[in-house]
């Protein structure tokens, strides 16, 4: 974060809690909550990490480490991919964006120093791979909503509009790619720190509404992404927390490789994560119970201008979305969640040149 951005971000209303860097408000969350999914906001994700993997080995390296088919990528691609261990409980949900020369790794944050670590352990004196932490160096920022397209068409970035999913191209240093992190149509931009001020400017100045952390926070609830410590934790599996989107089930060996494959042929996921409309607010980690017998446990919890609303694991036997169940002291229902799927998904990759 520069000063020139916070000085900016400040000015149009931003609230930054003490331990954070980026702004948790900017005193309007109906408004942007809203806009979201109607017109478009601007986010910043400047807390979120980057790891950069270059060297000749590096896509052999990666696609041995995470859950996707990396091997297959073309510079200017990239994807959803899974950290997990070896019994395939999951670490970390990250996008790789692959370019002519290195693989960039955005990783939730609070995990850059975790996954830094993990991949470090890998490495093997003879493998031809180098890592570097590059959180420090850039700004990212997200575009989301249903009129980002016009935004970036008024920024000259039409190449990319329409692309698929993790799409990327650079822009007068600017790297531009497809996806909000979401379930809703957005755009994500890696930035140098000297370019960030003048481009979040720009953006607003083109009619984007400022969007703070809290409000992200709603959206990725009602959404369905996972986060780690909440849904993403060494009590889950991918398949359990929805991100069959994010794993090849063609690749060869990986790490959990095994294990995933056994859970897909045997149909061996005993709980899935949901979302769950809730008549009262409830802590995460509260019991979701039936008739007394523990079915599940809610993982997330957020207010929304609808009401509200939870991520939670539930057994499979249990039943599925429209399931009646309690929470606590409260009531809630199992709804589907438009981030998750729950069954084998392998999209047509188109090639896209950077």
């Not at 964006?97 to 850059?112: D, H, K, M, R, V």
Request: glycine residues 8%; proline residues 5%.
């Amino acid at each position: 974060m520069t000063p020139k951005l916070t000085e900016i971000q400040t000015q149009a209303g931003a609230i930054f809690s003490e331990d954070s860097t980026t702004p948790s408000s900017f005193g309007n969350d109906r408004q942007a909550f809203q806009a979201a999914t109607e017109g478009v906001v601007l986010c910043d994700r400047s807390h979120w990490g980057i790891i950069e993997v270059t060297d000749s080995d590096r896509l052999t390296f990666l696609h041995n480490q995470t859950t996707n088919d990396i091997k297959s990528l073309q510079p200017g691609q990239g994807c959803d991919t899974i950290f997990v261990n070896s019994t395939a409980r999951t670490i970390d949900l990250a996008t790789i964006y692959l370019t002519e020369n290195s693989a960039l790794i955005l990783i939730s944050p609070g995990q850059s120093e975790k996954i830094m670590s993990w991949l470090d352990r890998y490495l093997f004196p003879m493998d031809r791979v180098k890592l570097a932490n590059l959180s420090a160096q850039y700004n990212i920022f997200t575009l989301i909503g249903s009129s980002s397209n016009e935004i970036l068409t008024k920024l000259n970035m039409e190449p990319i509009i329409n692309q698929p999913n993790a799409t990327h191209q650079l822009f007068q240093d600017i790297r531009v790619a497809v996806g909000s992190g979401l379930a809703i149509p957005g755009y994500t931009f890696i930035i140098p720190l000297d370019k960030a001020s003048e481009l979040w400017s720009k953006i607003t100045d083109l009619g984007a509404i400022p969007m703070g952390e809290n409000v992200w926070e709603k959206l990725r609830v009602t959404q369905g992404r996972p986060t780690p410590n909440q849904e993403l934790t060494e009590d889950y599996n991918p398949l359990e927390a929805g991100l069959w989107q994010a794993i090849s089930f063609t690749k060869g060996c990986y790490i959990g490789q095994e294990t995933i494959a056994r859970l897909n042929t045997y149909k061996g996921v005993k709980q899935k994560l949901r979302g769950i409309k809730l008549a009262a607010p409830v802590e995460p980690g509260t019991m979701i119970t039936i008739n007394g017998e523990k079915v599940g446990t809610l993982t997330s919890y957020a207010e929304t201008p609808e009401g509200a609303f939870g991520l939670a694991y539930v057994r499979t036997k249990a039943g599925d979305v429209g399931l009646k169940v309690e929470v606590g002291n409260t009531t809630g229902e199992l709804v589907d969640v438009p981030f998750l799927t729950h069954e084998y998904y392998q999209p047509e990759r188109k090639f896209f040149l950077s």
